[in-house]
């Protein structure tokens, strides 16, 4: 008989307990609505800073499709520009060209020499060649080799270089390529 009276007073005396526990937390709880409120405030918080940018590259050139654009922004203590990446394939013929696009004062600008240079990196550059010449009014270097593909940069402004690079386009196709991309940017400013 004991025995049973012991357990009658611990469980009197678990349940006081809970009750009293329950009745602090019940006074320092946040009412649930304020803790939605608060929640959603700070999702309207961050959201306000990260309003969707517009991508510089568009989605479709042609019969061009490209990949998801990819976005860095270029900062120290302040914004200096960004970097987009997007790479284009085409399924007839199969081909793809990878774009990057810097844009500010961060990257710098791209030097392109007057006039015309021509010239052969030889055994260091995996024999390469290199040109410059002009793309849709545009100051540009295209470097050739027969290991590494193409790769042509072109000097959009003083804030923007594009650099397109290909081991699947011929020359002239990579050139149409580019002043297609130019025209498209050009439209988008």
Not at 65 to 70: D, G, I, R, V
Request: hydrophobic content about 40%; glycine content about 8%.
């Amino acid at each position: 008989m004991e025995v049973f009276a012991i357990n009658i007073k611990t469980k009197r005396s678990e349940s006081r307990t809970t009750d009293r526990i329950k009745k602090e937390a019940k006074k320092n709880r946040v009412p649930r609505n304020s803790l939605m409120e608060i929640l959603l405030m700070g999702l309207v918080i961050l959201g306000v800073g990260r309003v969707a940018e517009a991508v510089p590259l568009p989605d479709v050139l042609d019969e061009w499709h490209s990949s998801q654009a990819q976005t860095t922004h270029l900062t120290t203590s302040e914004e200096l520009g960004r970097w987009t990446n997007r790479v284009y394939t085409r399924t007839t013929p199969i081909a793809g060209v990878e774009v990057n696009l810097m844009e500010g004062s961060g990257p710098g600008t791209l030097y392109v020499p007057e006039g015309e240079v021509t010239g052969n990196e030889g055994l260091l550059g995996f024999s390469s060649t290199y040109k410059t010449l002009t793309v849709a009014g545009k100051r540009a270097v295209l470097e050739c080799g027969d290991v590494t593909g193409q790769a042509l940069a072109v000097s959009l402004d003083k804030e923007r270089t594009l650099t397109l690079e290909t081991k699947s386009l011929s020359e002239k196709e990579l050139l149409d390529f580019a002043v297609k991309l130019i025209a498209a940017l050009e439209v988008s400013i």
